[in-house]
């Protein structure tokens, strides 16, 4: 199995960027399909983005054009680069791992592991 530890989270003013690390440990990413999602308290986990070997990247509509999902496997990270924040991406962000998809990207029951998660601040 693999493990996940997220990076990169911090408090930005509006208009900012930030961009979020995922470690990957343990197996490579290349044997899975990679995701990021973000929760806020009382809230379900929302997607922001996926990246697969087979299909390439998919975002939400809501972060199209500002995020971008990349990978470097010769670190086995993951990243997040977010561009023109604003407040409503406040969240605590979570790295997930899920077996090999041609679809259905933003089901996050579909990844079988996740990080511990990172917090963004977005004030206005």
């Known amino acids: 199995q693999v493990q996940l530890v997220e990076s990169g989270g911090e408090s930005v003013q509006a208009g900012g960027s930030l961009r979020l690390s995922c470690a990957a440990s343990g197996r490579s990413l290349s044997q899975y399909t990679m995701a990021w999602f973000r929760q806020v308290p009382g809230k379900e986990r929302e997607f922001v983005a996926a990246?697969?070997?087979?299909?390439?990247?998919t975002y939400a509509d809501s972060v199209k054009g500002r995020f971008t999902i990349s990978a470097d496997n010769a670190k086995n990270t993951v990243y997040l680069q977010m561009n023109s924040l604003k407040p409503e991406d406040t969240a605590v962000y979570y790295c997930?791992?899920?077996?090999?998809?041609?679809?259905?990207?933003?089901?996050?029951?579909?990844?079988?592991?996740w990080g511990q998660g990172t917090q963004v601040t977005v004030s206005p």
């Open positions: 997930g791992a899920g077996g090999l998809m041609s679809g259905s990207y933003s089901v996050w029951k579909r990844y079988n592991y």
């Open positions: 990246l697969s070997w087979r299909t390439g990247t």
